[in-house]
């Protein structure tokens, strides 16, 4: 409607535009007739007034020229003197005494010796070139209008498809099918885009439902063993224990269960608030080689009750700039550090690297222990994840899902790389060039 409305419009526009231009011109034509009638000597009115009907057979200029009673004197324009409405100024009247009354545009003029002069233009084919215009113009913008609602309808019967496709496929999700996404269409139009969004974000969706579903199967799972265990002490020694020391052995062992299970949630809950990034309001420019020094001085007393080579080594010189959280940083790289320890051999070593490149700035963590399996490079970052060779070290397995909570909520990259021997992890701020090339 909006489309044949503006098509209506326009054909309005173009219709007094031609119609006015040939009034104008007609108009024109008159003040010009008019001047030259002014400057003509009142003697030869009569003369020129009957030459010119010599020439004009068809009466299509009929001119008259009436004396002050209004009786006719000469010229085309027969019979009396018609009704004037006004002297020097075209105007719009019918020729009465024509045949068949045609339409016309006049000018007449009061002469010195009170005479009145009328020159006028038949306008009757004029009319008729604009009833033509106007019922072309009608007809076009009707047939324009009807093109209009049935291009309108063919659109509006595919938008309606690919809404109730959506509708669908929304409707299959709320249900409960999460791997179901919306449909995009072949055209890649801006809706494509939109679908494009909102399916990623269904990805994102399920990906998080899987992780809490696996969260809370892991949680009964890990944590069923450590209750067992304290239900089962208490149990015996309720039945068993006789002296004050057997009961303190049972309430210490009880103790020790309980602090483990606490750690355990403290890391849930410290995931849970570093993934809902509340605190990247407070981020400011941390140095990375300043907390990896921290990290370095924190661990190195346990690196060396293990016997274990622990060094620091620098590729870059001068400070590691980014924005974040240093308490987070230090946290995740601790993670990874307390790890490289945890499974490097006695005796064995581990090793942190700043590093600043093409690819970005960070530091990696290197060491010869057993090592991630690359099958198992993705699982090891969900939570409560063990893998074969740490199913049997103490631990909850919290430890690099919190450090890629960290790395995520700083926009860094958590990277595992192939080595010949043990393990390597790097944490590092890529650059805009390097994002762009991996997506």
Known sequence: MLFGVIALLLFGYLYREITGFEQERIDDWLIREHAQLKRELPDVLVARFEHQNQFDPRRQRPFGLFDASGKHLAGGY??????IPVFDKPFSMRLANLPGHPPGRCIAARLPDSRIALQCQNTLELDHFDDELLHALLSTAMITLVIGLIGASLIGISAMRRLDAVTASIEEIVAGNLS?????????DDVDRLVGVVNGMLDEIERLMNEVKGVCDAIAHDLRTPLTRMLGGLERAQRRAKTEAEFRAVI??????????LRTFNALLRISEIESGVRRAGFASVDLAAVADDVFEFYEPAAEDRQISFELRRTVSGPLEIQGDPNLLFEALANLVENAIKFAPHGGAVRITLWQHARGAGLTVEDNGPGIAPAERDAVLRRFYRGEASRHTPGSGLGLSLAAAVAAMHGMMLEFHNADAGCEISLF???????????
């Open 252 to 261: 210490d062992e009880t103790i020790m269960e309980t602090s483990g299970l």
């Open 78 to 83: 027969a019979g009396d003197q018609p009704a």
């Open 429 to 439: 701020k890529p650059t805009q060039s390097h994002l762009a090339h991996n997506r």
């Open 180 to 188: 179901r996404r919306l449909p995009v269409h072949s055209k890649r």
